[in-house]
């Protein structure tokens, strides 16, 4: 299997660019989320899904739209693309033993 | 709402000493609880968790932690340190409620000095 899958890897954009990040899991998990991760601040929950068709906000939604309209993706978009938003980028899905499954993250700079 | 405090931002060893991170939680309801660890540009890997019964826990690597409700704390701990025990390691806490949300602390970078 392969697990939790992110793209793009890397990416740069221009503030007011938008972009959608991609995240597709093949384990057949209902729950999904992305989460943002800053140098010492940990990682913030953005928006989180309990199944195709129901999104909801986490701790840091702002700037940041979700769909999911398959269990299998769960699609992360930045409309107006800001410098706050320069971070890391993880998606997970939690298995059926309340583990999560962490994709390998997108790094994204916007200058 | 859940949250997790980790005490130390940084954590220095040298091999073969006690490991100990801080972890304490706040949760209304019976927690979910978990640590996790990152190496340099990896995404996050399980290292044990705590759900229901036994409240000291064992993990992968040599890594244990124990559930203490009175002290709303789960401390990460292993005997003895190893080179390959630097990292970064992320207390959670999750409630059975509402999505399972996972809240993550703001993790403790851990060096293990030779």
């Known amino acids: 299997n392969a697990g939790v899958t992110q793209t793009p890897k890397f990416r740069i954009l221009k503030i007011g660019q938008s972009m959608t990040l991609q995240c597709t899991q093949d384990m057949n998990h209902n729950y999904m989320y992305w989460y943002r991760q800053d140098p010492g601040m940990g990682l913030k929950l953005i928006y989180y899904s309990v199944g195709a068709g129901i999104t909801d906000k986490g701790e840091v939604p702002n700037g940041y739209n979700v769909s999911r309209s398959t269990t299998e993706d769960f699609p992360l978009r930045l409309e107006l693309a800001a410098p706050s938003q320069t971070s890391v980028y993880f998606c997970?899905?939690?298995?059926?033993?309340?583990?999560?499954?962490f994709g390998s993250g997108t790094q994204l700079s916007v200058l | 709402a859940q949250s997790v405090t980790q005490l130390g931002s940084h954590v220095s060893v040298s091999e073969g000493a006690l490991v100990l991170l801080r972890c304490n939680y706040s949760s209304s309801v019976p927690p979910y609880l978990f640590w996790y660890v990152q190496y340099p540009n990896q995404g996050l890997q399980l290292l044990l968790k705590?759900?229901?019964?036994?409240?000291l826990v064992k993990g992968i690597n040599g890594f244990e932690a124990e559930f203490k409700k009175s002290e709303t704390s789960f401390h990460l701990t292993k005997p003895s340190a190893h080179m390959s025990d630097a990292a970064e390691y992320f207390c959670a806490v999750s409630e059975n409620t509402g999505g399972f949300k996972t809240i993550f602390g703001a993790g403790t970078r851990l060096f293990v000095k030779a």
């Open positions: 705590y759900t229901t019964g036994a409240t």
């Open positions: 997970a899905s939690r298995g059926p033993n309340e583990k999560l499954f």
